[in-house]
């Protein structure tokens, strides 16, 4: 009766003549379990006492008794005891009150099942996350060897200028490697927070993909692999921001060219569907697994097995390549037919409606290192920092001053008055902002540059440098071409 009942209403009702018969399938999962009070006296009661004591966490599965009128039983007062989540229903009961009590526990139930979905979800978040930091300790690793290896050989090696200028250029790749995997984090960051903005015009796909491949070239030719280039002449022009565009299909196709073996191909072709442009990335390398191409742009998510055949990196770049697409209203794809078969990312974007695009800015030739005579001071509580980049202002000719602290710094300027001060921002005691307020306070210094350097380099510490008065804010590791050209517009002593 019960079971016609509960199907008449929408339920999935399954009917038991034994108790151990209900116990066996509790294994395979149940919304709820209903129960005349007599079967409370079964022998197979405790074996149901059992599983519900052992169920996870997450689980209070709802105990409906049909309990006969009068006084609670001893077996209902047990069951209550042991099972929490227990319902006593009193025979004869209406219908309808019967119907809500177990819609009731199927709801209760429906989200113990989203709390399960939830604690799953924070685990493998979790494991990801654990693999990602696990990856990025190695990757600082890798880099961070040559480093200390080199620093040690010149030192006790004195080469001559000809053989340091080996090592030098080789410590400059690896701390350009090292910054850009500190960028690549800060850009999942800003775009995950939704702090990136996008400096939209009209640009023509083509010149976007050259850009793009002209950066991921070194990487291809390297690997000696194939490459296929089919871009249509017909101009396909995008409302985006090029440079980030440029990064979306360099990210792609550096991945195409790490994840496929030497010598394999590669190969990019856009063309014109409606009022998209497509562009397709494809390689035959090792492929992505059917299980991971669900979550393949997920954050924190890698390929299982391709550790040992990518050549560095977060794992983070397909990351940037889904979220920067979207940002432009379009959407990116991926294909594999498995492990070892190859795998094609496809992004679509929107076409603008008129079809013309701005000319390429031509890029100004660098600026000759300037020499100067005039006085610089620099402040920051690294002394290291401080010392070597007072040498490199020494080098082009300043009088360079050093402080380690804002207030030193204050004291310093007392009988000084530089051209230019370099101020590290995150300082203890007064920092970097509160000592550009008092240099900014003082008429004598009204006409001093003041430039920060921080590693902190988002819109809204640059807004907080800018409201401190200073005129240009560098990041850390310092940027010496962006230094020359801020150098370059100094007047000389």
Known sequence: MAETVLRRAGFDAQPFATLEELVHEMGRGAGAILLAEEALTDPAAPAMKRALAEQPAWSDLPLLVLARPGADSRAIGEAMATAANVTVI???????????????????????????????????????????????????????????????????????????????????????????????????????????????APVELQRVLGDAIELSRPLLDRAQHQFEVDIPAEPLVLQGDGVRLTQVFSNLLNNAAKYTPRAGHIAVAARRDADQAIVDVRDNGIGIAPEMLGSIFDMFVQASGTAKTAQGGLGIGLTLVRSLVELHGGRVDVASAGLGQGAQFSVRLPLQSVQAAPPAPVAAAPAAMPVHTAKALVVDDNHDAADTLAEFLDALGFEVTVAYSGQAALERLAGELPTLAILDIGMPGMDGCELARHIRNDPAHAGMVLVALTGWGQARDRERTRAAGFDHHLVKPLDVDHLMAILQTLQPA
């Open 90 to 200: 009193e025979r004869p009961v209406r219908v309808a009150s019967f119907v809500s009590s177990v819609r009731s526990a199927m709801r209760a139930r429906l989200r113990q099942y989203d709390l399960r979905a939830t604690l799953q979800g924070l685990r493998e978040a979790d494991q990801r996350k654990t693999e990602f930091l696990a990856t990025l300790a190695h990757e600082l690793r890798n880099p961070l060897a040559p480093l200390l290896t080199a620093i040690s050989l010149l030192d006790r090696k004195k080469p001559e200028p000809a053989e340091a200028t080996r090592h030098y250029a080789m410590m400059r790749r690896q701390i350009d490697h090292m910054v850009r995997l500190v960028d690549d984090l800060m850009e999942v960051s800003r775009i995950t927070r939704g702090k990136i903005e996008l400096d939209l």
